[in-house]
């Protein structure tokens, strides 16, 4: 295994990034900086690469990420969520949709450590076997709308112009869409209980957001004497998007996504309790905290449980989250 | 995005029946406790109480849902009034009314009734008011309370436009008469006659109707001092009002709330003093929160689930089956848990509000309305187990917290049955999307129904709902024996055999089950420390005029 | 910077005609609304007509928003289902809005900026732990919890505030449902503000501002804070626009009658003028705010410039 490149030295042509004064002052200083980066990353090359492959920066990531322990104790808890996803019955052995009356609202008890909901059904199943449902609308709610913003903003900013003009209005009409307006036309039709549908409304409203956030990134980013720098010698757009902006504009995308993924879950509990979202007899963190939330003065047990489930979901993201972009952020290193 | 985590539902389509007396709960923030106080028992200070906007403009015929009701209630005084405490048609503002036949009837109105701004109310008072309420031209939603009056069909055609513009059956016979003819037999017809839509109107009504409709005015003890949309309705006492209820309080302000809780907290917070519909979520902590200022009265509304008849898996021949599920439910559990005494386990198809006399006969319903889950599955099975398999309940779930019970009885289905997913939840999200699959005949299985009374009579509990083709025969049930035995009772002049024919009707019900009764529901409120004689009437609605503040 | 000005105020013309055509098809697709208003009885048909003719409801969907349309150019929205004029729906409930969402948007940039920053320079440190703790709970605890808790605590327990706003709807009671509105997109900010300023803190101009002998809270405020606020302002300017129509819950935990209420009512009752007429106000608030945005890239970063 190729040993890491060299620690980064505290020198500013490792870091060409923002290096101008915010005055923005000079084209001396920019030309320079414009050198500076072409020289440091021809001899960075070099130096590094021992077997003479180019390294990118996206490698070095992954390099960087596995020695991080923030990564690894987020990628360890969402494993464990996938597992308990797809297999509920490994750590719980009641039924999540049996539930008995006469236990409203009812404390723990022995086989039921979490008590009981409004309806008599066990907490404790129903908490496990909701994150499948959760899990999933979450992370793919959230891959697609950060995958299909990211795109559209990322265009639209790097482009500008005409391109810009007709993604961002474009990204305008979605944003106006109320989502109970949207989720009571577009899921009222759908009878199929997956989740699917729930996940593509999701996406279908959730992008524009992304999408700004995304684009204002991009210009940023596009400033930076570096791209500056890359688009005179000539790169391709592609290359610039990939190895100069897309790296530098990531975090905030990052950010925003892992806590929407947390709201996304929620989301989900909006439209359930509309009646378009998850039919019935699907069991879901969202459900089951919308149900809890009326009750919080009576039965604050039947609130604590889903919404914690929920919380460490959302933690192990936004420390993976964490991870990447620092991973992404040469001048960590 | 971020959207709503979790909208509670707001009343939608609140609506005559039961969608509206569950969403009751709107009203606005007080001026409420403190400020305004005065009073001190003699009979000048002003009470807040909760309100929700309502969704028609206040014209009487055109009111069909609690909130208006509760204005018009205030505002007006028609020919008969309802006993707040026991539902009885009491002569108000009739001298009397009188018929040989049960068809053709001379009404007296009382003289000396004014309205408000003065006008004397007469005989034409009532019938220009009916007239405009028939007439197709104005559109109104009540326009079929009149429609047993002869000549309703010229005026109000299924198609078409109308060949008259007054209906033939209404004739001013004197300063204080006029003659009803009706196109059948209806004997307790004058007892329908406490209902809104029958109120008088004054000329100012026909004269300016855009400035009456800002300021309604009425002949009731109470008289509309302003009225801001959406916000707040300022009624005080009417100091010349004649009647014998005149108003023990100063006057009311309506506040419009946009959920039931914020009225209640209000409440709790000494901001408002009285909120005419407690919360579900709050129905737990309600006696320790409020004590003895918390009212829980019987009300005339029955929650059923109905069955569609046009569908052959629920229909024809499938009385076990409806009654298998009617077994299966566990009412006594869902009321004590879920509505903690708010609601009663039904055994009829009417209301205890009827009173023994008028025709509530608990048992009716017999066994079948026992929850009984091994009895429930041995029927079910008989009848070839469920359609398919499986089951849906399905309602609105925008308006009430009607999500909470259908899950509890399809999950005590579920618990009869012995299977997990065999019943499940069908929740439809807007109160028009339901009515119209509703009227577009598209249920699956057993919906939600229910009935809000427009007057304490056994006849208005039965007729529009399973009468053949009746109005709100949702699941278009159609019996002969039914049907002959209402026309019976209706035909009957002696109220007590008209009561027992309409028991005779209810018995078809029983063997049928075209809908299964679940339970009563009652009217609940909380007032505040400064009131005092606050009851709530049948219709749930509470009996301002005798309220006392201080 | 005038012309592209300009420009952008042109593209909002097709933005509304499409962003209204949609929300029109939207509202008709939820169905017919007249037998609602019937409640539970079949509505009888002939009244049914009538209402529907009046509402303009038995034209073809094209003639409706063409008539529509025709009436907003006229200054006439329609009217809601209670005889209510659209347009006096919107000069209530509008303002109250706007005080409210101004009140949000100024609480999630002063504390979720400060928060954010603190965070981000003490990172690692207990204080940055703390706050993703708070961030958790935020996102996971429902608005309504939050706001019915914190209702309950200040307006009832301990009696400091109304439980409810009054019609009036002044800044002062607006104040608490302002912090719960705020709450999500605080957590926002902050992790933004946070993750800007972990990246930028290593940036040689703030080392070369140091270096020079500035004061901390200059360097801070001056060079680090102002070039980690474009995420930042991009975020609020997404958020206006969510915060003023998806205000629902807490405007009916606090019985406050804006927009969000409003729309809520409009939709679920199917009701065609109030929601297309709300919702194109809001997609102008919320183009309007995208242009503000946009503008202040170009004076936080003096490199973007708009031709």
């Known amino acids: ?333 | 995005m971020r959207g709503v985590t979790q909208a509670r539902p707001q009343a939608a389509g609140r609506a005559r029946r039961f969608a509206c007396a569950a969403a009751v709960a709107l009203a606005a923030t007080g001026c409420g406790g403190g400020g305004n106080g005065g009073g001190g028992g003699d009979g000048t200070g002003i009470l807040s109480s909760s309100w929700g906007d309502p969704q028609n403009p206040l014209e009487p015929a055109n009111t069909n849902e609690v909130q208006g009701g509760k204005v018009l209630d205030m505002i007006f005084r028609g020919l008969k009034r309802y006993d707040p405490e026991t539902g009885e048609a009491k002569n108000m503002l009739a001298e009397k009314i009188e018929s040989d036949d049960s068809q053709n009837f001379t009404v007296t109105v009382k003289k000396g009734w004014k309205f408000s701004n003065g006008e004397p109310v007469t005989a034409k008072s009532f019938v220009d008011a009916w007239n405009y309420g028939a007439h197709l031209d104005n559109a109104q939603k009540n326009a079929y309370f009149f429609e047993y009056i002869e000549g309703y069909d010229e005026v109000h055609p299924e198609e078409g436009d109308p060949s008259a513009k007054t209906l033939s059956g209404l004739k001013v016979t004197g300063g204080q008469t006029f003659t009803v003819k009706l196109n059948q037999k209806f004997s307790t017809w004058p007892e329908t006659l406490g209902y809104n839509a029958f109120a008088p109107l004054p000329k100012a009504f026909f004269d300016d109707h855009d400035a009456w409709v800002k300021k309604p005015v009425g002949n009731g003890p109470y008289q509309v001092e302003s009225y801001q949309k959406g916000s707040v309705m300022k009624l005080r006492k009417w100091e010349d009002y004649k009647g014998p209820d005149k108003a023990r309080n100063g006057g009311v302000d309506l506040k419009v709330y946009t959920d039931n809780n914020a009225a209640y907290t209000d409440l709790l917070s000494g901001n408002l003093d009285l909120a005419d519909d407690i919360p579900a979520a709050q129905l737990k902590n309600v006696e320790s929160d409020l004590g003895d200022r918390y009212i829980n009265e019987p009300a005339g509304i029955i929650q059923t689930l109905a069955f569609p008849f046009y569908d052959k898996g629920w229909g024809e021949g499938k009385e076990k089956l409806r009654q298998g599920i009617s077994r299966a439910i566990d009412r006594e559990k869902i009321t004590e848990q879920i509505y903690h005494g708010t609601r009663t386990p039904a055994s009829d198809w009417t209301s205890p509000v009827l009173g023994e006399k008028g025709g509530y006969q608990a048992g009716i319903c017999g066994e079948f309305c026992d929850y009984d889950p091994k009895a429930a599955k041995k029927l079910i099975d008989e009848a070839g187990g469920l359609p398919g398999g499986r089951m849906t309940l399905t309602s609105n779930v925008d308006t009430g917290s009607h999500r909470v019970w259908l899950d509890a009885a399809c999950n005590s289905i579920n618990n009869a049955l012995g299977k997990d997913k065999a019943c499940t939840v069908n929740p439809v999200g807007t109160f028009a999307d339901y009515r119209n699959q509703i009227g577009d005949e598209r249920m699956t299985g057993p919906f939600r129904a229910g009935w809000q009374m427009d007057y304490p009579l056994i006849q208005n509990f039965l007729q529009p709902l399973y009468y053949t083709n009746a109005s709100s025969n949702d699941g278009k049930w159609s019996n002969k024996e039914f049907d002959k035995l209402v026309d019976e009772a209706n035909a009957e002049r002696d109220t007590e055999k008209a009561v027992r024919k309409f028991q005779d009707a209810e018995k078809v019900l029983a063997e049928q089950m075209p809908a299964i009764p679940l339970w009563y529901q009652n009217g609940s409120a909380g007032f505040s420390e400064r009131l005092t004689d606050v009851k709530l009437n049948p219709f749930s609605v509470p009996v301002y005029d005798q309220i006392k503040v201080g | ?307």
């Open chain 3, 1 to 307: 910077m005038g012309r592209y000005v300009i420009r952008r105020l042109l593209q909002m013309i097709p933005v509304f005609i499409g962003s209204t055509f949609l929300i029109f098809i939207m509202v008709y697709a939820l169905g017919d609304p007249v037998a609602a208003l019937f409640g539970d009885r079949a509505p009888d048909p002939a009244t049914a007509a009538r209402i529907r003719a009046e509402l303009y409801l038995d034209q073809p969907l094209w003639k409706q928003y063409l008539h529509y349309m025709g009436q907003i150019f006229r200054g006439d929205f329609g009217t809601a289902f209670n005889g209510q004029p659209v347009l006096d729906l919107m000069v209530t409930a509008f303002p109250i809005t706007i005080r409210l969402t101004l009140i949000a948007v100024v609480i999630e940039m002063i504390i979720g900026i400060v928060l954010g920053v603190v965070s981000g320079l003490r990172r690692g440190r207990s204080v940055d732990t703390t706050l993703l703790f708070l961030t958790l709970i935020v996102i996971s605890v429902p608005t309504f919890v939050t706001g019915y808790l914190l209702q309950f605590l200040f307006g009832v327990k301990w009696g400091i505030v109304r439980p409810s706003v009054s019609t009036d709807a002044t800044f002062g009671e607006l104040l608490l449902p302002g912090v719960v509105l705020a709450l999500v997109s605080l957590a926002y900010v902050t992790r933004l503000t946070r993750t800007s300023i972990v990246e930028n803190v290593r940036g040689d101009y703030v080392r070369t501002a140091r270096a020079k002998g500035l004061p901390r809270r200059r360097v801070i405020v001056r060079h680090l804070l102002r070039n980690s606020l474009i995420p930042v302002v991009t975020f609020i300017g997404t958020d206006i626009g969510a915060l003023m129509g998806g205000a629902i819950v807490t405007e009916r935990i606090f019985n406050i009658h804006g927009v969000g209420f409003q729309l809520y009512q409009g939709i679920l009752r199917n009701n065609a003028p109030t929601v297309v007429g709300f919702v194109t106000v809001l997609v102008i608030v919320f183009l309007l705010a995208n242009l503000i945005v946009d503008l202040l890239y170009a004076v936080l970063d003096p490199r973007i410039r708009y031709a």
């Open chain 1, 1 to 333: 295994m190729p040993e890491p490149p060299p620690p980064a030295q505290p020198s500013p042509p490792q870091n060409p990034h923002e290096a101008v004064a915010p005055t923005g002052s000079g084209g001396a200083a920019d030309l320079a900086m414009t050198e500076a980066e072409t020289l440091e990353g021809g001899g960075r090359t070099a130096a590094g690469n021992v077997h003479n492959k180019p390294r990118s920066l996206w490698s070095d990531a992954w390099r960087e990420l596995r020695r991080n322990p923030v990564f690894i104790i987020s990628a360890a808890l969402i494993l464990f969520l996938v597992v308990i996803s797809l297999w509920p019955q490994l750590i719980v052995s009641t039924n999540p949709l049996h539930c008995e009356l006469a236990k409203s609202q009812a404390g723990r008890e022995p086989g039921h450590p979490f008590g009981f909901d409004t309806q008599g059904c066990d907490v404790y199943a129903r908490t496990v076997y909701g994150a499948r449902a959760s899990v999933t609308v979450g992370i793919c709610a959230t891959l697609g709308v950060a995958l299909l913003g990211s795109l559209v903003g990322g265009l639209a900013g790097f482009f500008g112009g005409w391109a810009d003009a007709l993604l961002s209005r474009a990204a305008d009409i979605f944003f106006g869409i109320p989502v109970i307006l949207g989720g009571l036309v577009f899921l009222s039709v759908v009878t199929s209980s997956t989740v699917w549908p729930v996940v593509g409304f999701i996406v279908l409203l959730g992008w524009p957001q992304i999408a700004r956030i995304a684009r204002g990134a991009v210009i940023t980013a596009k400033q930076h004497d570096y791209v500056q720098a890359a688009r005179a010698l000539g790169a391709s757009n592609g290359r610039m998007l990939l190895r100069h902006v897309a790296p530098n504009a990531v975090a905030p995308v990052i950010v925003v996504a892992t806590i929407a993924l947390g709201t996304y879950i929620a989301l989900e509990a909006t439209l359930s309790f509309l009646g378009v979202g998850l039919r019935p007899p699907t069991v879901s963190w969202g459900i089951d905290i919308s149900n809890a939330a009326a009750q919080i003065r009576n039965a604050p047990h039947m609130l604590l449980w889903p919404a914690g489930a929920l919380s460490l979901t959302v933690l192990a993201f936004i420390m993976l989250g964490d991870a990447v972009r620092d991973a992404l952020d040469p001048k960590l290193r």
